[in-house]
C-alpha cells in the first residue's frame, strides 16, 4: 500500500512540470483560442516528441518506455495543471493503450512510440452515450475524436458483434472539425467506409473496458491538475486582493471555500492514484477504481474551476483571465468517457445494487 | 474495501492480531465492567499502545501498523475501549510533556483501564475558541487550588483522573496563562454531572471544580505551556482517530450497502449509496496517501470529510427504511440512531468550521483575520 512517488517519479513531474510552464505558457494556449489553434498545439507535440514522452506506455520491444499507468497519471496532473492539448491523449494513451490490448498487426506502435507518427482513436458513436453500437458495415461515423486534424495516423474502434470490437486502422477518412466547448481541445468528427479499413486488432469487454478505464484515469489526472490550478491561482488571487482594507483571504467565507477545494481536490488525487496503482497492480480492482477516479475528478475539475471565478469576483468572469479556460475545460472533460451518473451507475452495479 | 498489499512483516502482523482476535472475540452487548475487563485482555496481550514508544509499555510501531490494527478490530467488532481517553489523549499527552514520574506513574494504568480517565479542556465559555477558557488554578502553598466549570467531558462519569487545562496566569496574554495539570477526581470539591444529548445517551458529562486542591507535582510540564500540551496532543493523536474513523466508517458502508441491496432501491439512491461508496474508500486511500502529513494540519481535512461522509451515510440508510424511519428505535445499531449521533459529528473535535479556518490558514497559508 504504497502511494508515495519515488525520487525518480518526483523528478519527473518536476521537470515536466517546469517544461510545461515554460513551453505552454498563457498566450502559447490562447493560441487555441483563434486560427493558429493546430500550430500551437503541433508545436507542443514536437517538444514533446523531443522530450519522448510518447513512449511512455509503450512496450519495451518497440524501444518503449513501458512506464507504468501511475507514472503516467503523476505526468498528466502536471499536464492538466497547464490544459495541454490532446495530442498526448490521442496518441500517447488511446492509441497506445488500444494497440496494447487490442493488437498491432501493422506494426504502428514503434512509429507511434517514437513521435514519428501521431495517431488517436475514434471511439464513440452521434447519439450514444459513451456506448459503442454494433455496426453492420459500410459508412462508420465517429465523433468527439480528439486532435484528429493533422494526425497521420487515425484509429477507430467499431463494435461489429455483442462481444467482439475491433480496432481499425482508418484510410481515406473525412475529417470534420467541430467547435468545441474547450477550445483547448479539438473535437473533430470521423467517418470512413468500413470496407476499406484495415483491422488491426480484436477484443472483447475486457480489452475495451481496459483501455477506457486506463484513458479514464488519465484523464481523471488532468482534470485534478487542473483544479488544484484553480485553487492555486485563487489563493494567490485572495491573498493580494484587498476590500474593506484587508485581504479578502481572511474573510470566513472566502477561506471555507477554498479549504473546501482542497478537500475536494486531494479526494480526487487519491482517488485517481488508487486506480493507476490498481491498472498495474491489481487489475481486477480497476473498474470500480477508474470510475470512482472519475466521479472524484468530476466534482473536483468543476466545483474548483466554478469557485475559482466566484472567489476572483467580477475580474474572474472576464475573457481576459484564464479562469473560463479551466471552467471549459472542466465541463467538457466532465462528460468524456462518461458522466458522474454513468460512473455511479457503474460502481451501484459492482457493488450488487441492480436496477429493480 | 479495496486496498493494497501488506509488507510481508505487516502481513505478519495482522495475522497474529486476527488469530489472536478469533480466539479471545470481544464481549458482545457489553457493560461497562465487559468494556473495563476486555481493555485489559488486550493489554495483557501487549496489544495496546502500538504507537507508544516501548519504554512507555508501546511498540513504537508506525501508522501502517495502526491502520492494520484498527482494520482488524473493527473486522472482528471489537467495541470502543473503555479507556479510549487515556489512551488517544492523555496517555499521548504525558510522553510529549509529562516528567518521568508521571509517566511512570499514570502510563500503565492508562494502558490497562485499572485508571479511567477523562479530559477536562473545553468549557461552556470556550469551546472552539478554547483558549478563552476561566477555569481558574490559584497557587497555594504546594498546591493549585482549582475553581472552575468543565463540559463535553466524554466518559467523566467512570473517570478517576481529569486531565484538564486550567488558567494559572490571567495577566499574560492568554494562550500563555494556561497551564495543564492531572485532577483526582475523587478530590474534595469535584461533581460530576452527565450531560444527556439527542440521542438519550451521556457520553460526556459536565465536571464542576469548586476550591479543588491539586498538588503542583500534578503539573503536566511548566506552568503556561498548557497551550502547548495541547495542541501537541491534538495534533499527534488525529491522525490516529482519523484512521480509527476512516476504518469504523467501512463497517457502516457495508451495513448501507446491505440495506440496499436487501429493500431494492431506485436509480437516485443507487447513485446516492455509489456516492457514499466512493466518498468512504476514498478517505482511506487519503489517509494511506498521506501518511505521516496526518501528524500536521491535514488531518483537519480528514475529520471534516469523515464527520460529513458519515453524516450523508447515515441520513441515506434512515431514509432507506422508508415510511418506518419514524418510527422510534434506540438500539445502537439502528439508522434511527446512528442519524440521530452523527449530527455531533461536525462538531465534536472541533467543528467543521473551525476546522475549515484551520486548513484555510494552516495549509493553504491565507492570511489570518486581524492579524
Known sequence: ?356 | MPRFADTPEQAAFRLELRNWLEAHPPPADPEWDDLVQWQRTLYDAGWLGLSWPAEHGGRGAGLPEQFIYNQETARAGVPDLANGIGMLIVGPALIVAGSAEQQGRYLPGILSAEEIWCQGFSEPNAGSDLAGLQTRAREDGDDYVVTGQKIWSSNSRHARYCLALARTDPDVPRHKGITAMIIDLQSQGVTVKPLRQITGDAEFGEIFFDEVRVPKTNRVAEEGDGWMVAMKTFTRERANIAIDLTVRLERQLERLIASARDQGCDASTRREVAQAWIDGASLGWTCERLGEQLYGFHSSLIKVAWSETNQRLQTLGLSLLGPEAALGDSERESWQFGYQRSRGNSIEGGTSEILRTIVAERVLGLPRLGK
Open chain 1, 1 to 356: 500500500m504504497d502511494f508515495s512517488p519515488t525520487e525518480e517519479q518526483n523528478l519527473l513531474v518536476q521537470e515536466a512540470t517546469q517544461f510545461l510552464t515554460a513551453e505552454w505558457t498563457t498566450e502559447q494556449r490562447r493560441r487555441m483560442l483563434g486560427d493558429e489553434a493546430g500550430a500551437a498545439s503541433t508545436e507542443l507535440w514536437k517538444r514533446m516528441v523531443e522530450l519522448g514522452w510518447p513512449a511512455l506506455r509503450a512496450p519495451e520491444s518497440v524501444d518503449g518506455l513501458d512506464a507504468s499507468v501511475f507514472e503516467t497519471t503523476l505526468l498528466a496532473e502536471a499536464m492538466g495543471r497547464r490544459l495541454t492539448p490532446g495530442e498526448f491523449f490521442g496518441s500517447a494513451v488511446l492509441a497506445v493503450e488500444a494497440l496494447r490490448r487490442f493488437g498491432d498487426a501493422s506494426g504502428r506502435m514503434e512509429a507511434i512510440a517514437s513521435g514519428e507518427v501521431r495517431a488517436t482513436v475514434a471511439i464513440w458513436e452521434p447519439g450514444v452515450r459513451w456506448e459503442l453500437g454494433v455496426q453492420t458495415g459500410g459508412t462508420v461515423r465517429k465523433t468527439l475524436v480528439e486532435s484528429a486534424a493533422g494526425a497521420d495516423l487515425i484509429l477507430a474502434l467499431v463494435r461489429i458483434a455483442e462481444d467482439r470490437v475491433e480496432l481499425l486502422e482508418v484510410a481515406e477518412a473525412a475529417i470534420e472539425e467541430f467547435p468545441a466547448l474547450d477550445a483547448t481541445r479539438p473535437l473533430a468528427g470521423v467517418s470512413f467506409d468500413y470496407g476499406k479499413a484495415t483491422v488491426v486488432g480484436t477484443g472483447g469487454e475486457a480489452e475495451l473496458s481496459g483501455l477506457l478505464d486506463v484513458a479514464t484515469v488519465f484523464l481523471a489526472s488532468e482534470m485534478t491538475g487542473a483544479a488544484q490550478q484553480s485553487l492555486d491561482d485563487t489563493v494567490s488571487y485572495v491573498t493580494q486582493r484587498k476590500q474593506f482594507g484587508v485581504a479578502v483571504g481572511g474573510f470566513q467565507a472566502v477561506q471555507q471555500r477554498a479549504a473546501e477545494m482542497l478537500a475536494i481536490i486531494e479526494k480526487a488525487r487519491s482517488a485517481v492514484q488508487y486506480a493507476a496503482l490498481a491498472a498495474d497492480e491489481s487489475p481486477e480492482d480497476l473498474p470500480r477504481a477508474a470510475s470512482a477516479a472519475k466521479v472524484c475528478a468530476n466534482q473536483a475539475a468543476v466545483y474548483c474551476a466554478e469557485q475559482s471565478i466566484q472567489l476572483h469576483g467580477g475580474i474572474g468572469f472576464t475573457w481576459e483571465q484564464d479562469l473560463h479556460l479551466y471552467l471549459k475545460r472542466a465541463k467538457a472533460a466532465e462528460v468524456t468517457l462518461g458522466d458522474s451518473a454513468f460512473h455511479l451507475d457503474r460502481i451501484a452495479r459492482s457493488l450488487g445494487l441492480d436496477a429493480a
